[in-house]
């Protein structure tokens, strides 16, 4: 019982609102975890934004989307490191000026899209 109450009151401390005077450190704590825990959807991030970049520009789609995998595991290695890096010096007092190691600061900002009026050329197009 002693640990699910434990459990319990970090849960509720980790979602404290932002008002709160200690709230930096929970939300680097917590940014920390979402993005350990999201760092594998980097890979499926870039693959799209390759897609789009080479659906633009040429018909070899299959080389965009090898380097959209090769840019996706490394950024996936960079945000979970960061992730980590957050989990970690969460405890540290923060400066005013602090700036995470990544930007976006989560993996799902700033989803790569579509542009409008731009044509995308198809595999099957001549």
Request: charged letters at 20%; hydrophobic letters at 45%; a positive charge.
């Amino acid at each position: 019982m002693r640990r699910i109450m434990t459990a319990l009151v970090f849960l509720i401390f980790l979602f404290v609102p932002n008002s709160y005077a200690a709230s930096e450190p929970l939300n680097k704590l917590r940014r920390g975890m979402t993005n350990v825990v999201t760092a594998p959807a980097e890979i499926p991030k870039e693959i799209r934004a390759h897609w789009i970049k080479g659906s633009e520009k040429t018909y070899h789609i299959i080389v965009w989307i090898f380097c959209g995998f090769v840019k996706g595991t490394v950024m996936t290695t960079a945000r979970l490191g960061s992730g980590v890096w957050d989990i970690v010096s969460s405890p540290v007092a923060i400066p005013k000026d602090y700036q995470p190691l990544l930007k976006p600061d989560y993996v799902f900002e700033n989803w790569p899209q579509r542009k409008v009026g731009v044509v995308y050329k198809n595999l099957g197009d001549k």
